[in-house]
């Protein structure tokens, strides 16, 4: 089955780190970009970051650009993304999204169940 | 940055009725790389459509995304009623990647 499904959210106190993981199944890991998309309560999508296929290529969302990395074990099949300096504006679902091709600006054609992140005192 | 106008907010309709939702682009979408995505409570979101018009695998055919430039309606003909969600339009035609507020087709 394809599917997506994410792990590692939480709560967590503001200025602290967590490092969220994707595993993929049923396509071919390493052909596609792959992003992590998030949402806020009661918001529409807010994207996050993007690696391309290879893992060489990655893109920063403004917004996080300095304190989140995103990387992936293609051996694995696995995505993650580790986040610090976590800030109260950081609180969303966090979405893993695979991309409809190896390019990195691209929509999503297939997207995980999510995993909440709190970032709270 | 691309920003893009959804409208409107919420659309009350009843099942069997037609519903036209709006994506309004602050700038031209490059290709017309503009996605639609259906979201419900609790759910992630599903691709409906891509390249303003195709639809993704699965998707019945009263869905039907439209336009160009910075004007991107999207139908449903007849609306049934696992129609009633949420709905995002995406632009991927250049960086940053970016999503509209999006449209609530609630029933009436």
């Known amino acids: 089955e394809v599917q997506l499904l994410e792990s590692g959210g939480g709560l967590v106190q503001p200025g602290g780190s967590l490092r969220l993981s994707c595993a993929a199944s049923?396509?071919?890991?390493?052909?596609?970009?792959m992003s992590w998309v998030r949402q806020a309560p009661g918001k529409g999508p807010e994207w996050v970051s993007v690696?391309?296929?290879?893992?060489?290529?990655?893109y920063y969302a403004d917004s996080v650009k300095g304190r989140v990395t995103i990387y992936r074990d293609n051996s694995k099949n696995t995505l993650y993304l580790q986040m610090n300096s976590l800030r109260a504006e950081d609180t969303a679902v966090y979405y893993c999204?695979?991309?409809?091709?190896?390019?990195?600006?691209?929509?999503?054609?297939?997207w995980g169940r999510g995993t909440l992140v709190t970032v709270s005192s | 940055e691309i920003v893009l106008t959804q409208s409107p907010g919420t659309l009350s309709l009843s099942p069997g009725e037609r519903a036209t939702l709006s994506c309004r682009a602050s700038?031209?979408?490059?290709?017309?790389?503009l996605a639609w995505y259906q979201q419900k409570p609790g759910q992630a979101p599903r691709l409906l459509i891509y390249?303003?018009?195709s639809r993704a695998t699965g998707v019945p055919d009263r869905f039907s995304g439209s336009g160009s430039g910075t004007d991107f309606p999207l139908t449903i003909s007849r609306l049934e009623p696992e129609d009633f969600a949420m709905y995002y339009c995406?632009?991927?035609?250049?960086?940053?990647?970016?999503f509209g507020g999006g449209t609530k087709v609630e029933i009436k």
């Open positions: 999204a695979k991309g409809g091709a190896n390019i990195v600006y691209w929509y999503f054609d297939l």
């Open positions: 049923g396509f071919t890991f390493s052909s596609y970009a």
């Open positions: 690696i391309s296929g290879s893992g060489g290529s990655t």
């Open positions: 700038q031209s979408v490059s290709n017309n790389y």
């Open positions: 390249g303003a018009s």
């Open positions: 995406q632009q991927y035609g250049s960086s940053p990647l970016t």
